[in-house]
DNA sequence: ATTATATCCTGATCGC
DNA sequence: TGCGATCAGGATATAA
């Protein structure tokens, strides 16, 4: 589900949430979770949440020792935040059923805390955690597109021997970390690029089109909270708002906002690439 | 080095 | 209303 706006938003508003809470009892619903020992992190103290790459860090402190959690989304996990309720209420258990949390079908980690609940919530089970000594040590294999680094020229080196077609090469981790199947396809739109592109052969133009908009797209949907497509929700359990600014994204057949042709959909890498076929050369 | 394919899972949706 | 096929915002291992 989430790409790096998504986490970007999780991890913001977890950040403002859940600072200062302690963590009182963890509980693993999901036995391929197992193996990270989640049970140590019992007593922590949230001091920190971040983003790193696609993932979101919860950084934890007890007793002057840090460690972070590491938690991957993947297609359909979510971080859900409930505050404790300033006074404990009776809740019927069908409301609880619909309610953000506790209910969830899908919940793979519980932590109760002194000042609410996290719940790791992810109907796939794609999701992983791992734990970390600290956030120096978690690996970032590229480079992050919103960091100081990734300039134009930074970009021109990565693409410089890549034979790939630009959308299927956007979508590597190993290359720009965030970038998943919505902003690719949004992104290449307003840069005017098609996805067929190869990408170690475009011009240095068009390379600074794509930068920009790599970087101009993903603040934009940061800004709006991200996009829910299907199912995205934020750590209140609201939905994103970028998904009213997609241009080509799930739009096959339509008109395209520019020229009003129609929307093309084709299969790359086994991914769907959205674009116009007159827009982007 | 790239590229397709299968795989991990469950749920929603669509055509019959 | 039910059933099977297909498709999902991610990523990796493996094969070609």
Not at 93 to 100: M, Y
Not at 237 to 258: D, K, N
Request: glycine fraction near 8%.
């Amino acid at each position: 589900m989430p790409e790096l706006p998504e986490v970007e938003t999780v991890a913001r508003q977890l950040s403002a949430a859940l600072c200062g809470a302690r963590i009182a009892e963890v509980t693993v619903f999901d036995g391929k979770l197992a193996h990270c020992e989640l049970e140590t992190l019992l007593g922590h103290r949230f001091e920190a949440v971040g983003r790193i790459g696609k993932q979101v860090a919860l950084v934890l402190q007890r007793a002057k020792r840090e460690r972070v959690l590491l938690v991957h989304l993947r297609m359909s996990g979510r971080l859900l935040w409930q505050p404790s309720a300033p006074q404990q209420r009776v809740v019927a258990p069908d409301q609880l059923l619909h309610s953000k949390l506790g209910g969830a079908k899908h919940t793979r980690l519980r932590f109760r805390c002194n000042t609410g609940t996290l719940e790791f919530v992810d109907p796939r089970r794609f999701g992983t955690c791992a734990i970390y000594p600290s956030r120096a040590d978690v690996p970032l294999p590229g480079i992050d597109p919103l960091s100081d680094e990734f300039t134009a020229e930074a970009l021109g080196r990565l693409l410089k021997d890549a034979r790939q077609p630009l959308k299927p090469w956007l979508l590597r981790q190993d290359r720009i970390v965030g970038l998943g199947n919505i902003y690719a396809s949004e992104i290449l739109f307003r840069a005017g690029i098609s996805p067929f592109c190869i990408a170690g052969a475009l011009r240095a133009s068009a390379v600074r089109r794509l930068h920009d908009q790599i970087r101009s797209t993903l603040s934009a949907a940061i800004e709006m909270c991200g996009t829910t497509f299907s199912d995205f929700q934020q750590s209140n359990g609201e939905s994103g708002g970028f998904q009213e600014f997609l241009t080509v994204y799930e739009r096959e057949g339509l008109p395209c906002v520019r020229c009003k042709l129609p929307i093309e959909r084709t299969v790359q890498a086994g991914r769907s690439s959205y674009y116009c076929p007159k827009c982007q050369r």
